[in-house]
């Protein structure tokens, strides 16, 4: 791939290339060969839209399923934990919602190298088709005051359906979405996706608003709160519908064909092998070949140094058993892997916390009327919504770590104030806390989808961005509600949340810190993709141009 390697920063001795300029001139070109025109994918705009809508839309389903769960969290606990006391009805719904994260993890481990192997779309259909039955199934779960002990039980067993479908899908719709985009609208094509994140809660947080004030306490206990996960089947069969009629993305298809001419391949040597053996003998060095994958010659030319060919005895992952696709991930991948597990265990710390606890906070812990807080909430989410595609545009102009580092910061140092702000009770210092946190939490929200995907290498992309991400949340994201909720009841001290989430935006800074930038650069494992036909001629004019060393 063509990048800005020189030989210092191979590692090798300064004044040694200062010496042999020729010979490291041409290993640089070897390592990063010069791209053809037909090397560069251009992308189709309305594709791409299809594409982003796709996604988008089963993003928003996801988070309007999870979105309504912590909304109603104090119904749901009236309705499948009756038989507790107030405080500990509402750690058990509490609860309930934080098991789903269990299995996210092994949804991601099945579903992700999965996709890196069949395609993404595939498996996105499949992981949409899992959260719409299992979202479906639970408004049609009784309660306890009728079936009793079971009435838990099964809404703990389809809360896990949706968080193994889940484990598939933010990975698998943040990858379809960056391998489909142009490397120079990467950032403003993602941020859709986050967009349909807050258009699913913004939805869930409106319907479980409009319910809680037309509605009186019982009939919402008796039937209303179950209308909303009604309504996510058959929005899961539209976001079905729309993911089964896309094309695989253009890095996948190039993938897929690439392995199936090294296979081809393969397979015509050993062919001539065969006839070579059955006739006059095994020409001398054609195994020593195969085995080094040493080049015929052919490809850019570069000071007589031939192109490298990828080596036969290396299969595409695609073509490997699961066990070495999870071998490729935990031992080459490692240590982006725990980069992404740290960025995103605090991304999304600070996602659950506004998006999914601050309701219940609001309602629970500084008594406000469970429609006024929601009602709030809606508003600020219905701004963020309003500039979100405004930070993708941002990032792809400026870089992913700027906004990243902006909006950890942002939370570093006015989760504080914000949440003093919320205790004061008026009207417009709730407003303004509210907008410190959401100003802060659209950097992330804007950015993140373009930057995740950018970690990883194409062939395990989704396997990878899969396992980590799933892992964080976990660990660190699905558990926030409880956790926050638990700390408070602890040490009686209602700023707990805000300390709690101070705690993880250092962590965001320091991992901010430590990743690359790779705002309007290809995505590792691929080739550039740009926009439109000119910018694909000029981008191989300027790839196959004369380069002065530099040293």
Same mark, same amino acid.
């Given at each position: 791939?063509?990048?800005?390697?020189?030989?210092?920063?191979?590692?090798?001795?300064?004044?040694?290339?200062?010496?042999?300029?020729?010979?490291?001139?041409?290993?640089?070109?070897?390592?990063?060969?010069?791209?053809?025109?037909?090397?560069?994918? +251009?992308?189709?705009?309305?594709?791409?839209?299809?594409?982003?809508?796709?996604?988008?839309?089963?993003?928003?389903?996801?988070?309007?399923?999870?979105?309504?769960?912590?909304?109603?969290?104090?119904?749901?606990?009236?309705?499948?934990?009756?038989?507790?006391?107030?405080?500990?009805?509402?750690?058990?719904?509490?609860?309930?919602?934080?098991?789903?994260?269990?299995?996210?993890?092994?949804?991601?481990?099945?579903?992700?190298?999965?996709?890196?192997?069949?395609?993404?779309?595939?498996?996105?259909?499949?992981?949409?088709?899992?959260?719409?039955?299992?979202?479906?199934?639970?408004?049609?779960?009784?309660?306890?005051?009728?079936?009793?002990?079971?009435?838990?039980?099964?809404?703990?067993?389809?809360?896990?359906?949706?968080?193994?479908?889940?484990?598939?899908?933010?990975?698998?719709? #943040?990858?379809?979405?960056?391998?489909?985009? =142009?490397?120079?609208?990467?950032?403003?094509?993602?941020?859709?996706?986050?967009?349909?994140?807050?258009?699913?809660?913004?939805?869930?947080?409106?319907?479980?608003?409009?319910?809680?004030?037309?509605?009186?306490?019982?009939?919402?206990?008796?039937?209303?709160?179950?209308?909303?996960?009604?309504?996510?089947?058959?929005?899961?069969?539209?976001?079905?519908?729309?993911?089964?009629?896309?094309?695989?993305?253009?890095?996948?298809?190039?993938?897929?064909? !690439?392995?199936?001419?090294?296979?081809?391949?393969?397979?015509?040597?050993?062919? !001539?092998?065969?006839?070579?053996?059955?006739?006059?003998?095994?020409?001398?060095?054609?195994?020593?070949?195969?085995?080094?994958?040493?080049?015929?010659?052919?490809?850019?030319?570069?000071?007589?140094?031939?192109?490298?060919?990828?080596?036969?005895?290396?299969?595409?992952?695609?073509?490997?058993?699961?066990?070495?696709?999870?071998?490729?991930?935990?031992?080459?991948?490692?240590?982006?892997?725990?980069?992404?597990?740290?960025?995103?265990?605090?991304?999304?710390?600070?996602?659950?916390?506004?998006?999914?606890?601050?309701?219940?906070?609001?309602?629970?812990?500084?008594?406000?009327?469970?429609?006024?807080?929601?009602?709030?909430?809606?508003?600020?989410?219905?701004?963020?919504?309003?500039?979100?595609?405004?930070?993708?545009?941002?990032?792809?102009?400026?870089?992913?770590?700027?906004?990243?580092?902006?909006?950890?910061?942002?939370?570093?140092?006015?989760?504080?104030?914000?949440?003093?702000?919320?205790?004061?009770? #008026?009207?417009?210092?709730?407003?303004?806390?509210?907008?410190?946190?959401?100003?802060?939490? +659209?950097?992330?929200?804007?950015?993140? #989808?373009?930057?995740?995907?950018?970690?990883?290498?194409?062939?395990?992309?989704?396997?990878?961005?899969?396992?980590?991400?799933?892992?964080?949340?976990?660990?660190?994201?699905?558990?926030?509600?409880?956790?926050?909720?638990?700390?408070?009841?602890?040490?009686?001290?209602?700023?707990? =949340?805000?300390?709690?989430?101070?705690?993880?935006? +250092?962590?965001?800074?320091?991992?901010?810190?430590?990743?690359? !930038?790779?705002?309007?650069?290809?995505?590792?494992? #691929? =080739?550039?993709?740009?926009?439109?036909?000119?910018?694909?001629?000029?981008?191989?004019?300027?790839?196959?141009?004369?380069?002065?060393?530099?040293?």
């Amino acid at each position: 791939m063509p990048g800005s390697h020189n030989g210092e920063s191979l590692g090798h001795d300064p004044e040694a290339v200062k010496r042999h300029p020729t010979l490291f001139r041409a290993i640089r070109r070897r390592l990063n060969p010069a791209w053809r025109r037909s090397d560069i994918t +251009v992308t189709d705009e309305q594709a791409v839209k299809r594409a982003v809508k796709a996604a988008s839309l089963g993003n928003a389903m996801e988070w309007f399923d999870f979105g309504i769960y912590s909304y109603l969290a104090v119904t749901i606990g009236d309705v499948f934990y009756s038989g507790l006391d107030g405080g500990a009805r509402t750690l058990a719904s509490l609860g309930t919602f934080a098991v789903t994260f269990i299995v996210r993890p092994l949804g991601g481990l099945f579903f992700g190298p999965l996709g890196d192997r069949i395609g993404r779309k595939q498996v996105l259909a499949a992981t949409m088709l899992l959260m719409a039955t299992a979202t479906f199934c639970v408004g049609l779960i009784p309660g306890y005051s009728t079936i009793g002990v079971w009435a838990p039980v099964l809404l703990i067993f389809f809360r896990l359906l949706q968080g193994f479908s889940t484990g598939g899908e933010y990975g698998g719709a #943040s990858t379809f979405i960056a391998e489909y985009a =142009p490397d120079k609208k990467r950032g403003f094509f993602g941020s859709f996706l986050e967009f349909g994140t807050l258009a699913g809660y913004s939805a869930a947080a409106s319907m479980a608003a409009v319910l809680q004030y037309t509605l009186s306490a019982d009939d919402l206990v008796s039937w209303g709160w179950r209308i909303p996960f009604l309504v996510g089947g058959p929005l899961g069969v539209v976001g079905i519908y729309l993911r089964l009629k896309l094309d695989e993305t253009p890095a996948f298809q190039r993938m897929a064909r !690439e392995a199936r001419d090294a296979r081809e391949a393969r397979e015509g040597v050993r062919g !001539e092998g065969a006839e070579v053996l059955g006739g006059t003998g095994v020409p001398s060095g054609a195994e020593g070949s195969e085995a080094t994958g040493e080049s015929d010659g052919t490809g850019p030319p570069g000071d007589g140094v031939p192109a490298p060919q990828a080596a036969p005895s290396q299969p595409h992952l695609s073509e490997n058993a699961p066990r070495r696709e999870f071998s490729k991930i935990f031992k080459e991948q490692w240590a982006v892997l725990v980069l992404c597990i740290a960025l995103v265990g605090a991304y999304n710390v600070t996602d659950y916390m506004l998006l999914s606890y601050m309701p219940t906070y609001l309602t629970d812990t500084l008594h406000y009327e469970p429609s006024h807080g929601t009602f709030i909430l809606v508003g600020t989410m219905l701004l963020m919504m309003c500039v979100i595609n405004r930070v993708g545009r941002l990032n792809d102009r400026y870089g992913r770590k700027p906004l990243l580092m902006t909006g950890m910061l942002g939370f570093l140092v006015l989760t504080v104030p914000a949440f003093l702000l919320l205790k004061q009770g #008026s009207f417009p210092s709730v407003i303004c806390g509210m907008l410190m946190l959401g100003f802060s939490l +659209v950097c992330l929200l804007g950015t993140m #989808s373009a930057a995740l995907p950018a970690l990883f290498p194409t062939d395990v992309r989704y396997g990878s961005l899969s396992i980590g991400y799933n892992i964080s949340a976990s660990l660190f994201g699905g558990t926030t509600p409880l956790v926050m909720d638990g700390l408070v009841a602890l040490t009686d001290d209602d700023q707990m =949340p805000a300390y709690y989430t101070t705690l993880f935006a +250092v962590v965001g800074v320091i991992s901010v810190l430590a990743m690359q !930038e790779t705002a309007q650069k290809p995505l590792k494992g #691929s =080739p550039p993709s740009v926009a439109t036909q000119r910018e694909a001629k000029e981008l191989a004019r300027r790839s196959q141009a004369p380069q002065s060393p530099a040293f």
